[in-house]
């Protein structure tokens, strides 16, 4: 099953909501996302956070409060949707605000469970997380394309099929991982720990 989580950054542009609306995922509201994806006429199913900057009157029977302030809603919007069977989730509504917030998302993907291939979407690139529990991953780049490894969680990393390989090396975070490009082959990529995978649009 496929989910769009929309959360209360700034609005995706139009581009970016063509492609994720277009692959018939049921669109979640991540608190205040709510309001912005219906200001765009979307249609969502059902609002998920702590509800403190979202209108809930022009919501009603469609409100999930998440009241555990341990994570942000974003993550734990991921592990719901994820408990309940969803195997790809987009997230979009990610830009701006405080920097803290920027962070935070990529933080999101640490505290989400595995079980789910996870996207960020932003105007210039795409970031997919890497699950150790969810095995290699696998996508195809370009001769000369620009793509970039980041560990969110340390540990030791496997990739092939790039114009740097990586064979079994610790990674942190670091820029080790930045900017490798692509031979036009698939790309190979495992790990024991949390990666973030970061293509441009």
């Known amino acids: 099953m496929k989910a769009i989580l929309w959360c209360n950054g ?16 049921e669109v979640f509201g ?29 919501w009603e029977g469609r409100v999930t409060e998440l009241i555990d302030q341990n994570n942000s809603d974003l993550a734990k919007a991921i592990g719901v949707l994820t408990d309940r069977g969803y195997t790809e989730i987009d997230v979009i509504g990610t ?22 291939r996870i996207r960020i979407h932003h105007n210039d690139s795409v970031t997919s997380r890497f699950h150790p ?7 195809l780049v370009g001769e000369g394309e620009v793509f970039s490894v980041f560990a969110l969680l340390p540990g030791k990393v496997w990739i092939s099929g790039a114009r740097w390989e990586i064979q079994g090396e610790y990674l942190g975070m670091s820029t080790r991982g930045m900017n490798n490009e ?3 082959e698939v790309v190979s990529l495992r790990g024991e720990g949390i990666l973030a995978v970061i293509r441009p649009r």
């Open 182 to 184: 692509g031979s036009g």
């Open 10 to 25: 700034a609005n995706p542009n139009s581009s970016i909501l063509d492609e994720v609306l277009s692959n018939d995922a």
């Open 30 to 58: 991540v608190d205040g996302g709510a309001d912005k994806a219906a200001e765009e006429g979307v249609v969502v199913s059902e609002i998920l956070g702590d509800l403190d900057s979202v209108d809930i009157t022009r």
């Open 95 to 116: 830009e701006g605000g405080a920097t803290s917030h920027v962070l935070g998302n990529w933080a999101a993907l640490c505290d989400a469970p595995s079980g789910a």
């Open 133 to 139: 529990d969810d095995g290699e991953m696998e996508f």
